[in-house]
């Protein structure tokens, strides 16, 4: 009976003191949970604290460095910190891009990427995709027109479509193959039910010199590259792939007023990170770069290179990532002839 009573008392003093151990465990968890989560919430409100490396995956001086030095030297303002360029050229931009999808997630590397990652994985140069990283923003796009000869007898773009489907394979389209401004070229066939006749060319420069000379019929251009020839009447512009007519070009029609509601070529520059970066570090870079395309001195200098400014945001961006990306791969076989 004595012990009985002695071990019931022992036992209920026992499983206060295991209680309030578990009780005090637990509140240690619970504590320590919540100091992760304040901390982590601190370095969220601390991002970015340094420089944010930006991996730029082509030469100096081409039109994506161009227009990325523009991003780079007014991040600070609307970032709250530095944005070097680290020019990584090579295979078509995909050098630097395999180079970025191997950088910690951690918000402090970013690379550009434009619509010629999936040309290039469309036609197997690469196995990067824009899925491969995290959309951040599109800040930087650059119209395409459909430019020919001014000695040409197209006058417009409505006689330019209709000799094309008249004479399959006899226009010559200067592109680069395999690149976006063949993705270009080869949405406008597409559309219009044409076959050209392709020939190559590394570079923009490289074909409006060539059309100029008279040695293709027709090339994908833009304002930078083209503008100057045809203010001179050597060349002339018959479409442009912008949502609205632009203001350096007012007599040039859209291709979406001509009735060509898909035809929306541009090359958008834009920023993405490694997969897996804090949504909350996404937010904070989107939310100033989406300030930085109200700036009115960074609008003007990215006109003066020859660029529109068209603010993306993450969602917004993957989506036009994902539905170019599902054009160019419905268009492959024709980039691969």
Do not use: C
């Not at 460095?65 to 780079?72: E, F, G, K, T, V």
């Amino acid at each position: 009976m004595f012990y009985d009573v002695l071990h019931h008392a022992a036992h209920g003093k026992l499983g206060r003191m295991l209680a309030s151990s578990g009780a005090i465990a637990s509140l240690t968890l619970g504590l320590g949970a919540a100091g992760l989560a304040l901390s982590q919430s601190a370095q969220a409100d601390d991002y970015p604290d340094h420089a944010i490396e930006f991996i730029v995956p082509w030469s100096p001086g081409g039109g994506s460095d161009a227009l990325m030095r523009i991003i780079s030297n007014s991040a600070e303002k609307h970032i709250g910190q530095p944005m070097p360029v680290m020019n990584m050229p090579g295979v078509s931009g995909t050098i630097g891009l395999k180079e970025l999808a191997q950088k910690d997630p951690d918000g402090y590397t970013v690379g550009q990427i434009h619509e010629g990652l999936m040309a290039s994985n469309a036609t197997g140069l690469t196995q990067l995709n824009w899925d491969d990283f995290q959309p951040i923003a599109s800040l930087a796009s650059s119209p395409q027109f459909l430019v020919v000869n001014a000695d040409s007898d197209w006058k417009t773009f409505e006689d330019f479509a209709e000799y094309a489907k008249a004479h399959p394979g006899e226009i010559r389209v200067g592109a680069t193959l395999g690149g976006i401004p063949h993705v270009h070229a080869a949405m406008i066939e597409d559309a219009i039910g044409a076959q050209f006749r392709y020939v190559g060319y590394e570079g923009t420069g490289a074909r409006i010199r060539g059309l100029v000379g008279g040695h293709i019929d027709a090339s994908i251009g833009d304002i930078s590259s083209s503008l100057e020839f045809v203010k001179n009447g050597d060349l002339r512009f018959l479409a442009v792939g912008s949502k609205e007519r632009l203001e350096q070009t007012p007599d040039v029609p859209t291709f979406k007023e001509l009735g060509y509601d898909n035809l929306n070529l541009s090359i958008n520059r834009g920023i993405v990170a490694p997969k897996g970066i804090d949504p909350a570090k996404v937010e904070t870079l989107a939310k100033g770069f989406e300030a930085m395309s109200k700036d009115p001195e960074f609008i003007k200098r990215v006109n003066n290179a020859g660029a529109e400014v068209d603010f993306m945001g993450p969602q917004t961006y993957a989506d036009y990532l994902a539905d170019i990306d599902a054009t160019i791969k419905r268009l492959s076989g024709k980039l691969a002839r």
